[in-house]
């Protein structure tokens, strides 16, 4: 519930390119906050999971949105895609790791 409040008026494309990322940010670091480390399989596994979850489907919707204009905001949808893939190894890249040790 946390974290769908956080996400509920997140709006990617719209917002600041700034907001986005701390918010993506911070909403993969509530994985860690109950004293985990980051490369537990359990934290990376959260994370992939909220990644999921509750970011690409938020990015999702907003490029989906008839309010955005892709032809005048290529820019901020460019960074919005930026930001998200960025995030993505950092969470998809562990988990094939985690996988290939076990």
């Not at 409040?5 to 670091?29: F, G, K, Y």
Request: hydrophobic residues 35%; proline residues 7%.
């Amino acid at each position: 519930p946390m974290v769908e409040r956080r996400l509920q008026m997140w709006n990617p494309i719209m917002d600041n390119p700034s907001v986005t990322e701390r918010l993506v940010q911070s909403t993969l670091a509530v994985a860690t906050r109950k004293g985990n480390h980051n490369d537990t399989p359990e934290c990376i596994a959260t994370k992939s999971s909220m990644f999921v979850s509750y970011l690409l489907p938020q990015v999702k919707r907003s490029f989906e949105s008839s309010r955005w204009d892709p032809m005048k905001n290529v820019e901020k949808a460019m960074k919005v895609y930026e930001i998200i893939l960025k995030a993505a190894p950092a969470t998809e890249k562990k988990v094939a790791k985690n996988l290939d040790s076990e």
